[in-house]
Structures are given as structure tokens and as C-alpha cells.
């Protein structure tokens, strides 16, 4: 059974960061490209990261580009998101997501970690 | 980017009607699209891939058409557990987008 557990999130001040890890089992994690997808309170989805298989490629949506870093580490089957310069327009529940095959479509889902920025 | 528009935003049924929601995309994503289910307080879940393919588990009331631009989600015969939100998504370029959403809702 595929299982993904996300961990991490939190109460973060304003410009501060955080970095949430996301648990991967029943699948062979090093196989698969992953993502995180995010939604704000009330709101709709929001992809905000992907990583390749094999980690030579990662992909950023431009609201995060440049403060968030997506990595992996494959022989601890865990994926990674490092969060720098929180904003307020940041706060929500983070999702980790495997990918169906070689497509960019989400097939997996965690149960989500809420990141939460506020002073 | 690929804009991802969605209609109706939200959509009052009864149990055993027959729901539609679109999806528009800014240009063309050939297959490339998605649909998820999501119920309030749980991670969404894939119901369709490829525009029309179901995934495994997902009742064969649910069905998708469309390519190119222009797509349909279709639920025959509502069930009192398809009263949830519903997303479409591109995966044809990045980044990568969603719809804004489809609630429907117990008239």
C-alpha cells in the first residue's frame, strides 16, 4: 500500500523557514518523479514543486521560485521541501504527491502538513 | 502558463441526477488532463487521467471526455458520496495548473 506522510509544518514567524519532509512506502520511491501541491485556507489547489526520479531536474512555480528548494533523498525513499522567506501568502496544507508513471499527473496523495506564516 | 477555467463553480443536484462540469484550457494540452475528487478536511483523489481514463477503484459512473482545449467530467446517477469539490488539472506543460473548482452540492 503506497503511504505518504508529510512532516514539518507548523506555526513560522515572517521571513522565516521551514523544511517539511514527506515519508514514502509501498512503492519504489527512486522509480518515480514526486511534487508538492499546496492549498490556502478555503482555496482551490496549487502545484508549487516537482523533482525527477533520478533528482537531475526540479520545477518550480514562479510564486516560489528562488525561496523554496525541492530535493530527495532516494535510499531513505524521502522527499524534501525547504522553505525560505515565508510569507503570510504561504500558509497552507502542503501535499506530497507521487506522480502516475512518467506523466505529471498526481496519483498519490499524502494527508498533508499545514504550514502556517503569522506574527 | 496554461489557464485552467472550470464551470460552473458550483453545481446543486439531487441524488441519481446527472452532473457536468467543464474545464477550458487556455491552449491546447492534446490528453493531458486530470480530474480529482476532493471531500472537505482529505487530500483530493484521481477519478480520471488521459481526459478519459478511470483509475482503478473509481466507479464507472464517473466518465471524462475532451482534448485539446475543451473537457468534460460527467457523473451519472449522483450517489450521496459524490457530494464533494472537484478539480481538473494540465499536465501538459509546466507549471503545472489547476481548475479553480467544482462544488456540488445536495439541492
Known amino acids: 500500500e503506497v503511504q505518504l506522510l508529510e512532516s514539518g509544518g507548523g506555526l513560522v514567524q515572517p521571513g522565516g523557514s521551514l523544511r517539511l519532509s514527506c515519508a514514502a512506502s509501498g512503492f519504489t520511491f527512486s522509480s518515480y518523479a514526486m511534487t508538492w501541491v499546496r492549498q490556502a485556507p478555503g482555496k482551490g489547489l496549487e502545484w508549487v514543486s516537482s523533482i525527477s526520479a533520478s533528482d537531475d531536474s526540479t520545477y518550480y512555480a514562479d510564486s516560489v521560485k528562488g525561496r523554496f528548494t525541492i530535493s530527495r533523498d532516494n535510499s531513505k525513499s524521502t522527499l524534501y521541501l525547504q522553505m525560505n522567506s515565508l510569507r503570510a501568502g504561504d500558509t497552507a496544507i502542503y501535499y506530497c504527491?507521487?506522480?502516475?508513471?512518467?506523466?505529471?499527473?498526481?496519483?498519490?496523495w499524502g494527508q498533508g502538513t499545514l504550514v502556517t506564516v503569522s506574527s | 502558463d496554461i489557464q485552467m477555467t472550470q464551470s460552473p463553480s458550483s453545481v446543486s443536484a439531487s441524488v441519481g441526477d446527472r452532473v457536468t462540469i467543464t474545464c477550458r484550457a487556455s491552449?491546447?494540452?492534446?490528453?493531458?488532463l486530470a480530474w480529482y475528487q476532493q471531500k472537505p478536511g482529505k487530500a483530493p483523489n484521481l477519478l480520471i487521467y488521459?481526459?478519459?481514463t478511470l483509475q482503478g477503484g473509481v466507479p464507472l459512473r464517473f466518465t471524462g471526455s475532451g482534448s485539446g482545449t475543451d473537457f468534460t467530467l460527467t457523473i451519472n446517477s449522483l450517489q450521496p458520496e459524490d457530494f464533494a469539490t472537484y478539480f481538473c488539472q494540465q499536465a501538459h506543460l509546466f507549471p503545472l495548473t489547476f481548475g479553480g473548482g467544482t462544488k456540488v452540492e445536495i439541492k
Open positions: 488521459g481526459a478519459s
Open positions: 504527491v507521487k506522480i502516475v508513471g512518467n506523466s505529471w499527473i498526481f496519483d498519490y
Open positions: 491552449q491546447g494540452i492534446s490528453k493531458w
